[in-house]
């Protein structure tokens, strides 16, 4: 076998280190991405309710604000100093009311705060419109003092021309930012009326044009002209510090793990490199018995590892290694060559035409050395003694097109195909129509729920009939009992395998078994 063969597939240890960096990065930055993606989302929708939550609050003060001028709009019959009261008790329990204003064709008449009065609506609240039902300004208390900031509403009177109640709302945004700032990250609050705003920073009147860049969210009060802008940030700096420090975490972890994979497989395919150098593996035989004559017509060659410390190692674990780790086919080479070792014993003994079963895994069908591989094989085998049969799982004949190529090539070169634990995998039948297959072997599984000679399994029953109705001859794997055996001949299952007749033994037993003599009377003397 090529020397580079090993080094292709050897990770160094620094190899696995930076990989195990790369995927550590990649894993970080995957779960940053997600974890700022997911606060990202909770803080947007947490603006979403105190945005929709603080206009809703103003919107019913303004509203029940509107409504109240509506009550006092019989005060404009009565004279000034009869409807005060009337006026100001409604200015006193009304919250956040400072002052009502009773305004006759654009002259503000009546106060709740002053009593009688004469002076122009322009004067009282510049930049306020007297002929549009509402309006808002927002304006400095007094016009001398800048320090205090009140809110300036205008309510026509139904039907008048410029006659209608002015109200003056002394607005105090802190309570929303207190209530709100530590569970939202809101840096302020703006209240915007026309080109004017008013802050929860201080109570001054700024510029809409001072106010920062970029609020989170902007709010309509609806039905009054009124917004809300919302400032501050959607990712703040904790948040990020939060999510850095989990992808870190998260990306030392995977990293490492990764790392330790790598190892432990590089460690067991290091292992099989040197149990091939080593010469750690042996070949099993398991014998097919002809379910009408009960001579053993063939064997199966299942590979065996017997590792100098670890003993044992299950075919299903190496083999399952040896795939993830593209070593299937060194491994596959190493069995055709201890084949070619086994084989001109076994010619001694075993008759022309026995049938030579060999696994085959799927990935070592489509890969580019396939054919090669199998010629070489065919070469190292003696000429017109054996019939060689390939077992391929279900699995290795999902890429069909390569598969029906590949397949009419090994029968062009005279092999035999069969398809290993049929049943199992998830393709089933179809594949019997449209592949040439020449031996079918039922799963244990199958025949496992063969017990009594009372039960009956349809789809085995299919499975048969079926087989039988494409001329494919079938086999039954891991048979153990009397019962299973007999149920099986009775049903025209060709070949039949397992514990019952013989374990899967290394090649000197299995001469021996087979040149012992055998007698199977309790399934014979039926048939
Ligand atoms: O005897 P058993 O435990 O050997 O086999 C377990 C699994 O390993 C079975 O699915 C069998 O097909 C698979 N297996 C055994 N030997 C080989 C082999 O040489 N090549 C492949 N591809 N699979 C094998
Ligand atoms: O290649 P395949 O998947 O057919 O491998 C056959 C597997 O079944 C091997 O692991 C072999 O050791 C095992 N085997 C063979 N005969 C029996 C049997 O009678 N019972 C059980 N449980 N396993 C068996
Ligand atoms: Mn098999």
């Not at 609020?215 to 939060?242: H, M, N, T």
């Not at 099989?272 to 004559?293: C, D, E, H, R, W």
Request: aromatic residues 12%.
């Amino acid at each position: 076998m090529p020397r580079t063969l090993f080094s292709d597939n050897y990770l160094s240890t620094k190899q696995i280190t930076s990989l195990g960096i790369v995927i550590g990065l990649i894993a970080a930055l995957f779960f940053g991405g997600i974890f700022s993606f997911i606060q990202y989302n909770k803080r947007d929708s947490g603006y979403n309710v105190l945005a929709q939550n603080m206009s809703s609050y103003l919107q019913t003060f303004f509203s029940h604000l509107q409504n109240t001028t509506y009550d006092l709009q019989p005060l404009f019959h009565a004279n000034c100093r009869n409807g005060n009261w009337e006026l100001t008790s409604r200015a006193a329990f009304q919250i956040n009311i400072r002052t009502f204003i009773l305004v006759r064709d654009s002259i503000a008449f009546c106060s709740s705060a002053t009593g009688n009065m004469l002076m122009p609506l322009k004067e009282l609240a510049p930049g306020l419109n007297d002929s549009k039902d509402v309006d808002f300004v927002i304006m400095p208390e007094t016009l001398k003092m800048h320090n205090n900031s009140i809110i300036g509403a205008w309510f026509r009177s139904p039907g008048a021309e410029n006659s209608g109640i002015y109200a003056t709302i002394s607005i105090n945004l802190t309570p929303y930012l207190l209530f709100s700032a530590n569970q939202q990250n809101i840096s302020s609050v703006a209240l915007v009326i026309g080109d004017k705003a008013l802050t929860s920073n201080n109570n001054h009147i700024v510029n809409t044009d001072q106010l920062p860049d970029d609020p989170v969210r902007i709010a309509q009060v609806p039905g009054y002209p009124v917004k809300l802008y919302i400032f501050g940030s959607l990712l703040p700096a904790e948040d990020l510090q939060l999510s850095a420090l989990a992808s870190v975490i998260f990306g030392v972890l995977v990293g490492s793990f990764g790392a330790y994979i790598l190892t432990v497989h590089r460690r067991l395919e290091h292992k099989i490199l040197v149990g091939i150098k080593q010469n750690q593996f042996y070949l099993a035989y398991q014998p097919a018995m002809n379910s009408t004559t009960l001579n053993a017509d063939g064997f199966e060659v299942l590979m065996r590892w017997k590792h100098p410390t670890a003993g044992l190692i299950p075919p299903d674990v190496f083999i399952n290694a040896a795939e993830a780790q593209q070593l299937i086919v060194p491994l596959t080479r190493h069995l055709f060559s201890l084949v070619a070792q086994d084989i001109h014993k076994l010619k001694t003994i075993l008759p022309v035409g026995t049938k030579l079963a060999l696994n085959l895994s799927p990935s070592h069908l489509y890969s580019s050395s396939f054919k090669a591989d199998i010629l070489t094989l065919a070469a190292a085998l003696p000429q017109n003694h054996f019939q060689i049969v390939f077992e391929i799982t279900e699995r290795g004949m999902l890429q069909e097109k390569e598969a029906t190529d590949i397949f009419s090539w090994l029968h062009q070169q005279g092999f035999f195909i069969s398809v290993d634990d049929f049943g199992t995998g998830n393709s089933a039948l179809i594949y019997l129509e449209r592949f040439t297959i020449d031996y079918l072997k039922i799963d244990k599984g199958f025949i496992n729920s063969i017990c009594v000679a009372t039960a009956t399994s349809p789809v085995l029953d299919a499975i048969l009939t079926i087989a039988h109705r494409l001329d494919i001859k079938t086999v039954a794997e891991g048979v153990e009992t009397t019962e299973q055996a007999r149920w099986l001949i009775d049903h025209g299952v060709n070949y039949l395998q397992g514990y019952y007749f013989c374990h899967p033994l290394p090649l000197e037993q299995f001469i021996q078994w087979y040149q012992a003599p055998r007698h199977y009377s309790d399934l014979l003397n039926k048939v």
